[in-house]
């Protein structure tokens, strides 16, 4: 009986889990060259859900982004749908042509960011602001690019290995 549960449990933990790799989309165009795109001013709108899927924040936001060559100075400020303002700066390295490596303020240790065809997918823990703690939430980003001027981006966040809130943004390049 054990075993069978223990394969039930398995089954369940791996038939949820995302298989989605950023090589799948190797071969599909509009290529997203994540330094081309997020250069220059880029407005976006999004959504954050709970778990269970309602809306409980909106936000718009304002990129400006400026490559030198080698790294990627990508300054984001938020303005949350509750009057919030928030800020990041992210400093994005090309490692070559599918790999990145990214750091900011907020994230523990460096992101990790793979980069095919029209997707970008980014890999980071982020200190998420819950109540007078900084939380560590791991953040699943993709961004898919629509056409030179539209991308969208769905970022999936867990805490031990449980989802806990999905994101949804649009992004619009100036």
Not at 36 to 60: H, P
Not at 85 to 111: F, L, P, S
């Amino acid at each position: 009986m054990k075993k069978i549960l223990t394969f039930i449990l398995i089954i369940l933990i791996t038939g949820c889990a995302n298989n989605m790799k950023p090589t799948d989309f190797k071969d599909q165009k509009p290529r997203l060259v994540i330094e081309e795109y997020l250069s220059g001013n880029v407005k976006a709108w999004g959504i954050l859900q709970n778990r269970s899927g309602k809306v409980i924040r909106q936000f718009s936001a304002d990129l400006d982004g400026k490559w030198d060559g080698e790294q990627l100075i990508l300054d984001e400020k938020f303005n949350w749908s509750d009057g919030e303002i928030q800020t990041r700066q992210w400093q994005i390295k090309k490692i070559d042509q599918h790999n990145y490596e990214g750091t900011a303020g907020d994230v523990v240790g460096k992101a990790k960011g793979f980069s095919y065809g029209p997707a970008f997918k980014f890999e980071y823990v982020l200190l998420v602001p819950i109540k007078g703690k900084n939380i560590k939430i791991k953040f699943d980003d993709w961004i898919f690019k629509q056409d030179e001027k539209v991308a969208i981006n769905r970022a999936t966040m867990t805490k031990f290995g449980f989802k806990v809130a999905e994101l949804t943004v649009m992004f619009v390049k100036n």
